[in-house]
Each structure stands twice: as C-alpha cells, then as structure tokens.
C-alpha cells in the first residue's frame, strides 16, 4: 500500500479538472447577494435577521456541494444531513476550518431557533466571512481538481525521476485511486547502467539511417539511456480508497486538493 508520506517532497508536473453540474435552481451566490441587499438596504432588525438567514443558505449550499462532490452520499451524509455532519466532512476533506464554520453556525442557530436579533457588525461579520468562504472554494466548484501528476524531479538522473506519482479521482464516486512508481536503485549504479545502454544507443545508431533516427528516440541519447537503465529497477505500486471503508481516502483528496491549488 502507498502511504501518504511518498508524495513528500514531490513536485506537480500536470493535473487535470473537471467541470460540474448541480441540481439546484440557485447558486451560493444567489443568496450572498439576497444578504448583502438586505444589510445594505437598512440596518433595522428585520434586515440584520433576513441577511443572517440569506448568508447562512449561500453558506449551507455551498457545503452541500462540496460535501456532495467529495462522496458524502456513499457515507449517508447528504443534503438532509445536520449541518455540523457536513461541516466535519468536508473538513476530513481539506477544504475548511471547520471551527470558524461552528461559529457562523452556531449565530445562525441563536437568529433561527432562539429568536437572536444579531447587530449590524456581527451580521456584516457573517457575510464577510461566508463571500471569503465561497471566492475560496469556488475553483473546486468551477473546475473540480480530478488527477495530479507528481514527480522528484531529479536533475542529477536526465530523462528520469526516482519518484513519481498520479493521484486520481471522480467527482461524487468517494473513491481516490493513486500509482507510485520508485527507482530502487543507488544513483552511481544507475549511472554506471547508464553508461552502458548509451553505449548500446550509440552502436544502434550507427546502424539507423538518418530518416530513421528522427523518429528512434524520445529524447536524447542520454535521457534514453537512463530511462532504459532503470525499468528493471522500477517498481509500481497501485492502490484505491473508498470513502467508506479507508479514512487513507481523505488523507489523499487532501493532498490531491493542495497539490492542485
């Protein structure tokens, strides 16, 4: 099994998104701007409630989604879900700090169900922090990340990397896969190896007519070499994480999340 630690050090050679859909007929930002009508428009009781409850629906929604793309429903957390089910979730995610959203949640709770007649500031406060929260996860939105392709990125060995790595996923499936590849293999043995399939190149080389050698290799001589001599000490290690069987599956969306910021 590969552990979390491989992807240490590595550095992102490409990566891939996807764009979503969602069923909803309003959007986060929908709300966001209900909310900043209403405090803009007066300041009054009624307008710091109604802004209140408008940043708390663009709020809700957008941690719906994001719980909703990252596999919930394989774990019985959806929509219908308590609020602080789907803040943890996404939070075992990587994308949120879950506290700060505790908080907006619990002024929310005062204002819906105690009857809280919030002030301005604390109101203004709340929809500050929820259009920071949205602008912050809009891209995984917009442009979920779906792969990430890492690599060592060692100058010292042309044409190869010792380490390499490809974190993979779709959206909504709650399964992460991930390939690591690792040359085992001291660095002046490779070398030497090396040395030895350049020297082979060089004799087949000579072998090729011109028209053949524009298309023999891929690369120079030397990265070839190097890429030959390691395939025999090249190991691959392939793995999968289901949402609801590995809690591994988290620590890897979150790498997946951060190496593609």
């Known amino acids: 099994m590969v552990q979390t630690e491989f992807a240490d050090g590595l550095f992102v050679d490409s990566s891939g998104s996807a764009a979503l859909e969602f069923k909803y007929s309003m959007l986060p930002s929908d709300y966001l701007k209900f909310a900043t009508f209403d405090i803009h428009e007066n300041q009054d009781e009624r307008a710091c409630v109604n802004g209140v409850t408008n940043a708390k629906r663009a709020l809700h929604l957008r941690i719906e989604s994001l719980a909703e793309i990252f596999g919930s429903a394989h774990i019985g957390i959806n929509g219908h879900s308590h609020f602080p089910k789907l803040i943890d979730f996404v939070g075992k995610c990587g994308v949120v700090a879950p506290g700060i959203l505790r908080r907006l949640n619990k002024i929310r ?17 709340f929809v500050d922090i929820v259009q920071l929260f949205l602008s912050a996860t809009e891209g995984l939105i917009s442009q979920f990340p779906t792969d990430v392709d890492l690599s060592s990125d060692d100058e010292d060995l042309p044409g190869i990397d010792r380490r390499r790595l490809t974190i993979s996923t779709n959206p909504r499936s709650g399964l992460i896969d991930v390939r690591a590849l690792e040359v085992k293999c001291e660095v002046e043995k490779l070398k030497l190896e090396a040395r030895r399939e350049l020297e082979k190149l060089q004799v087949e080389l000579k072998q090729k007519t011109e028209a053949d050698t524009e298309n023999a290799y891929w690369g120079t001589m030397e990265e070839v070499a190097f890429r030959n001599a390691a395939l025999s000490y090249t190991e691959e290690s392939t793995c999968s994480f289901h949402v609801a069987e590995d809690d591994q599956y988290f620590d890897w969306l979150a790498i997946l999340l951060e190496k593609t910021r």
């Not at 709770?109 to 406060?125: A, G, K, L, T």
Request: hydrophobic share 30%; charged share 35%.
């Open 109 to 125: 709770n005062e204002v819906e169900h105690r009857y809280f007649v919030p002030s301005f500031d604390q109101v203004e406060d």
